[in-house]
């Protein structure tokens, strides 16, 4: 079966320029979940989405960064006017429910010039 | 509050002999623990996971790991390594009393398999 699907999977963009990630979760997962991964930060969690629940921002670096998941499924991460630290990995992950292993998506890797 | 800890960046191990990457956590209610592992411009792919039950736990590709309550460690072993096992492992908790789902990643170790 398909797994989580990300999309785009490379992106370069200019300093201050708006930037849309899309994510598609493995069908029948109600758990979304999105991640950051920098060089010398680790894997950071940035928010999460479980069903009709409001979701759980608190990782969210700043108020520059959003995420909306629409009709329970697809997910898209925006980030407003981007600065050069906003570069790194972004991975989404589902799961079947909130107690169950994530899976991710292979990523994408944002740049900004 | 919940941490983890892998203290090791890089581990070196000769292919066939045994590979174990650590991991200790801090959690304030019980732990759920998770192994991950990375390959180059991919995702996370779920190596294994403990929740309760049996401390050793086994998963994907031959790897296994035991839950130690008292030292709040969850190494990851495999008995004989393979070169294909060269990648980036994460270990993850999440407290089980806590609401959600919110991993919390240790820094990565890199795994490197000689021949």
């Known amino acids: 079966g398909a797994g989580v699907s990300q999309s785009p999977s490379n992106k370069v963009t200019e300093k201050g320029k708006d930037v849309e990630l899309r994510c598609d979760p493995i069908?029948?997962?109600?758990?979304l979940y999105w991640y950051r991964q920098s060089l010398g930060q680790g894997l950071e969690f940035l928010i999460y989405f479980q069903g009709n629940s409001a979701p759980d921002k608190s990782g969210l670096p700043s108020d520059r960064f959003s995420a909306e998941r629409t009709g329970g499924s697809v997910s898209t991460l925006t980030i407003q006017r981007t600065q050069q630290e906003d570069s790194a990995v972004y991975l989404c992950?589902?799961?079947?429910?909130?107690?169950?292993?994530?899976?991710f998506g292979d990523g994408t890797r944002l740049s900004i010039l | 509050a919940q941490s983890v800890a892998q203290p090791e960046d890089q581990v070196n191990v000769a292919e066939g002999n045994p590979l174990t990457v650590k991991c200790t956590y801090s959690?304030?209610?019980?732990?759920?623990l998770f192994w991950y592992v990375q390959y180059p411009n991919r995702g996370l792919q779920f190596l294994l996971k403990?929740?309760?039950?049996?401390?050793l736990v086994k998963g994907s590709y031959g790897f296994e790991a035991e839950f130690n309550k008292s030292q709040t460690s969850f190494h990851l072993k495999k008995p004989s390594a393979l070169v294909s096992d060269s990648a980036l492992y994460f270990c993850a908790v999440r407290d089980g009393k806590a609401a959600g789902n919110k991993l919390t990643f240790g820094g990565g170790t890199r795994v490197l398999v000689k021949p």
């Open positions: 959690v304030s209610g019980n732990p759920y």
């Open positions: 403990y929740i309760t039950g049996d401390n």
């Open positions: 069908s029948g997962h109600t758990a």
């Open positions: 992950a589902s799961s079947v429910r909130q107690d169950q292993p994530q899976h």
